[in-house]
Nanobody
C-alpha cells in the first residue's frame, strides 16, 4: 500500500523557517522523482520544488528560489522541504508527490498546513 505522509507544518512568523518532511512507503522510493506542491483556497495547485530519484537534479518555482531547499534521504524513504525567510504569501497546504513519468504514475500525500502570520 502506497503512503506519503507529510509532517512539519504549522504557524510561523514572517521571516521564520519550517522544515517539512514526507515519509514514503509502499514503492521503490529511489526510483521516483519527488515534488512539493502547495495550494490555497480557490487556486490551482502550484509546483514548488522537485528532486530527481537520486537527488542529483532539483528545480524550484521562481517564487521560492533562494529561500526553499528540497532534499531527500533514500535510505529513510523521506523527502524534505527546508523553508527559510517565509512570507505570508507562502501560506498554503503543502503536498508531497511521487512520480514515475515513464509509467505515468503519481502518488499524493494528504497535505500539511503552513501558515505564515504575525
Amino acid at each position: 500500500q502506497v503512503q506519503l505522509v507529510e509532517s512539519g507544518g504549522g504557524l510561523v512568523q514572517p521571516g521564520g523557517s519550517l522544515r517539512l518532511s514526507c515519509a514514503a512507503s509502499g514503492f521503490l522510493f529511489s526510483t521516483y522523482a519527488m515534488d512539493w506542491y502547495r495550494q490555497t483556497p480557490g487556486k490551482e495547485r502550484e509546483l514548488v520544488a522537485t528532486i530527481s530519484g537520486l537527488g542529483g537534479r532539483t528545480n524550484y518555482a521562481e517564487s521560492v528560489k533562494g529561500r526553499f531547499t528540497i532534499s531527500r534521504d533514500n535510505a529513510k524513504n523521506t523527502v524534505f522541504l527546508q523553508m527559510n525567510s517565509l512570507k505570508p504569501e507562502d501560506t498554503a497546504v503543502y503536498f508531497c508527490s511521487a512520480r514515475r513519468d515513464e509509467f505515468h504514475i503519481r502518488y499524493w500525500g494528504q497535505g500539511t498546513q503552513v501558515t505564515v502570520s504575525s
